[in-house]
């Protein structure tokens, strides 16, 4: 699987938002990165997305259909 960056992932999630917004989010997906211990899973139900840590970004686990 490929690992995405952690701005990648951000944008997967932030595309539309105004940029102060993406900004923010950013922010806060690197901060929750560095919480986060190697092979640690994160999963956004709003998003329906589950993401594993994986050395200096994320692996896209699984999605659930819109």
Known sequence: METLSIQEVADTFSKDLPDWQREVNLAWLTSLHGLMAEGGVWGSPGLGTIYRKK????????????
Not at 58 to 66: K, T, Y
């Open 55 to 66: 050395g200096d970004g994320f692996v896209l686990e699984d999605s659930l259909p819109a």
